[in-house]
């Protein structure tokens, strides 16, 4: 377990795991909160999305894929935070212009009241920069297994 309580390394048998593990990331979050969103496709990233706006108090039903708008905010009712900011950077791989004004990120982690999660965050790291508390979410999938490992990481 990380200095939070949340588990290093967690077995995700199917979407409900996946949402349940979005759900136990929530309680050592506050505004300002950085998630990076790894993984290949159709590892389960939005999924963990929809288990975090859940427990955050907001409307899972909303949540889908941001990949063609890039960013979508979502209202939540959890204490200090009210919106999770979900950003989908695939179609922006392999590019080098930063996607902070393309996207919108650097306004939506500055929201006082909102956590940012970001889908396909590899290509730039310096986004781990931007935040003071960053949690980094790694989903796998390997033959029959999948599973996420999961850190806080200095930014």
Known sequence: ?????IPLRVDLPDSAATEALGARLTPPLRPGD???????????????????????GGDPGEVCSPTFVLLESYAVLAGPIHRLHHAD????????????????????????????????????????????????????????SRYARVEWIDS
């Open 34 to 56: 950085l998630i990076l969103l790894e993984g290949p496709l159709g590892a389960g990233k939005t999924t963990l999305v929809r288990g975090l706006v859940a427990a955050l």
């Open 1 to 5: 377990m990380s200095g939070d309580g």
């Open 89 to 144: 950077l695939y179609r922006l791989r392999g590019r080098d212009a930063a996607p902070l004004d393309e996207v919108g990120l650097g306004e939506v982690l500055e929201d006082p009241e909102g956590i940012t999660a970001v889908e396909w965050p590899e290509s730039w790291a310096w986004l781990g920069g931007l935040a003071q508390r960053v949690l980094r979410v790694r989903l796998e999938h390997r033959c029959d």
